[in-house]
């Protein structure tokens, strides 16, 4: 089974200042990882995913994250961030495909972080 | 671009009736996902759905919810009688395949609130 903790549930910051949102999981077998966004009143988006290769990942908007497998983390940085950033961050793990066993693409997701940019 | 629809937005039902919230994934999709978000609580998996069959499911996905896809472009979930508890906001997913260049595109969400 795989579990994910998001450690902000809110994370305010201004305009233009880097933000870190942090994200720890735990898996028995190995994992592909995923930051989605939700912006209010509309469903979830991918940003990036990690499956393999470079541990550093860019995604859409100038996000980035790094995979550190030592330390089973997954953290996205922006290093400026806009006002059009504010919305839910949800880091999540699926099962890879050279994991063995039965995978369907099933997503375990953390409790997400509320991303709020002030002026 | 194509995305995932979901009807209705908002869905206010009575404690103990039946509902049936919809969905139409992307359609060269073959996998279908039902998650469901409790006010403040984590995303969490329902059930997915493969080959008109259900391929996983949680143990939230008791006897009283069901999926179908009854015509080849809806899938649904069905919740044969509703509970308080049952309240939360439910997103629907699709994805091409499961291998490594393949990702789960979501609705907007359903939320679902039982009075």
């Known amino acids: 089974a795989q579990s994910v903790t998001q450690l902000d549930s809110q994370v305010p910051v201004f305009e233009e200042a880097p933000v870190e949102l942090r994200c720890n999981y735990s898996?028995?077998?190995?994992?592909?990882l995923f930051w989605y966004v939700q912006y209010p009143n509309q469903g979830l988006q991918l940003l990036l995913k990690?499956?393999?290769?470079?541990?550093l990942v860019k995604g859409i908007n100038g996000f980035e994250a790094e995979f550190n497998k030592s330390q089973t983390s997954f953290h996205l940085r922006k290093p400026s961030v806009h006002i059009s950033d504010t919305a839910e961050y949800f880091c999540?793990?699926?099962?890879?495909?050279?994991?063995?066993?039965?995978?369907?693409?099933?997503?375990?997701f953390g409790q997400g972080t509320i991303l709020t940019v002030h002026p | 671009e194509p995305e995932v629809t979901q009807t209705p937005s908002h869905q206010v039902t009575q404690m103990g009736q039946e509902v049936i919230l919809r969905c139409v994934p992307i359609s060269n999709h073959l996998y279908f996902y039902w998650y469901r978000q409790i006010l403040g609580q984590k995303v969490e998996f329902l059930v997915s759905?493969?080959?008109?069959?259900?391929?996983?499911k949680s143990e939230i996905f008791d006897d009283q919810f069901s999926v179908e896809r009854p015509d080849g472009s809806n899938f649904t979930l069905k919740i044969r009688s509703t509970k308080l508890e049952d309240s939360a906001m439910y997103f629907c997913?699709?994805?091409?395949?499961?291998?490594?260049?393949?990702?789960?595109?979501f609705g907007q969400g359903t939320r679902l609130t039982v009075v």
């Open positions: 999540a793990v699926r099962r890879s495909s050279n994991a063995g066993g039965t995978s369907y693409g099933k997503l375990t």
């Open positions: 898996s028995s077998v190995s994992v592909y």
């Open positions: 990690y499956l393999s290769g470079s541990t």
């Open positions: 997913a699709s994805s091409e395949g499961l291998g490594t260049n393949t990702e789960a595109f």
């Open positions: 759905f493969y080959n008109n069959e259900i391929s996983e």
